[in-house]
C-alpha cells in the first residue's frame, strides 16, 4: 500500500516557539493532504484541507494563523504550529489522497505527538 | 448535522467473533470506510463499501446498508494482537470524512 510519512515523530518544545511538521507521500502524488488532530480517546478532529499549489481550507474554529499549512509540492506538506502553548499538546497526523474519488484512499502517516510545556 | 455513532468500547473472547456497529447521517453518501488504530498510531485502512451488502476480506468482513444508514465491522477468530480501536468514517458529498468516536476493542484470553 501507499506510504506516508510524517517528521518528526515526537516533539517537546516550550511555550512560544514555533513547531513545524512535515507530511510526505513516498510513493505517490498526493493532490489532497489532509491535517487532523487527535486528544486522547477522541476522534480524529479535521483541522484543514490542503490542495498542491493552493491555499488550504481550513475547518470551523481553527486558527490559520496559528495553524499555517503549506502544500508547496505534489508529496510535501507542512504544518507549522506556531507560538504553541500547552493546550495545542495533542497527536497531529496528516493523510493523503491522490485524487478525490471515494475509491482514493487517504492513507495516514504515523503521527507527531507534540507536548509544549 | 453530521454524525457517526458506535459503540465505545467492547469485549471479546480470542478465538470468538465480534460485530462492531456504526450509524450515520451525512450530507451526501460516497461511502464508508473503517480504520484500524492501535494506541498511540495513525490509523490503517481496513475497507470500504458503497454499495449495500457485505465486504469479506479474510478474517474481516463490513457490512453496508445505505437505506438504514448502517454499517458494522465483522472480525472472526479474533486474535490477541485485534485488540485495538476501531474508527468508523463516512464520506459526504463533497468527500469529506466523517469520524466516529472509535471503538475499544479488548480481546480476552
Known amino acids: 500500500g501507499a506510504v506516508v510519512s510524517q517528521h518528526p515523530s515526537w516533539v517537546i518544545c516550550k511555550s512560544g516557539t514555533s513547531v513545524k511538521i512535515e507530511c510526505r507521500s513516498l510513493?505517490?502524488?498526493?493532490?489532497?493532504m489532509f491535517w487532523y488532530r487527535q486528544f486522547p480517546k477522541q476522534s480524529l478532529m479535521l483541522m484543514a484541507t490542503s490542495n498542491e499549489g493552493s491555499k488550504a481550507t481550513y475547518e470551523q474554529g481553527v486558527e490559520k494563523d496559528k495553524f499555517l499549512i503549506n502544500h508547496a509540492s505534489l508529496t510535501l506538506s507542512t504544518l507549522t504550529v506556531t507560538s504553541a502553548h500547552p493546550e495545542d499538546s495533542s497527536f497531529y497526523i496528516c493523510?493523503?489522497?491522490?485524487?478525490?474519488?471515494?475509491?482514493?484512499?487517504?492513507?495516514f502517516g504515523p503521527g507527531t505527538r507534540l507536548t509544549v510545556l | 448535522g453530521q454524525n457517526i455513532d458506535q459503540p465505545t468500547e467492547m469485549t471479546a473472547t480470542e478465538g470468538a467473533i465480534v460485530q462492531i456497529n456504526c450509524t450515520y447521517q451525512?450530507?451526501?453518501?460516497?461511502?464508508l470506510f473503517w480504520y484500524q488504530q492501535h494506541a498511540g498510531e495513525a490509523p490503517t485502512f481496513l475497507s470500504y463499501?458503497?454499495l449495500d451488502g457485505l465486504e469479506e476480506k479474510g478474517r474481516f468482513s463490513s457490512f453496508l446498508s445505505r437505506s438504514k444508514g448502517y454499517s458494522y465491522l465483522l472480525l472472526k477468530e479474533l486474535q490477541m494482537k485485534d485488540s485495538s480501536s476501531y474508527l468508523c468514517a463516512a464520506m459526504d458529498s463533497n468527500y469529506q470524512l466523517i469520524w466516529g468516536a472509535g471503538t475499544k476493542l479488548i480481546i480476552k484470553p
Open positions: 510513493d505517490f502524488q498526493a493532490t489532497t
Open positions: 493523510s493523503a489522497r491522490s485524487g478525490r474519488t471515494p475509491k482514493d484512499t487517504q492513507y
Open positions: 451525512t450530507s451526501g453518501f460516497n461511502g
Open positions: 463499501n458503497v
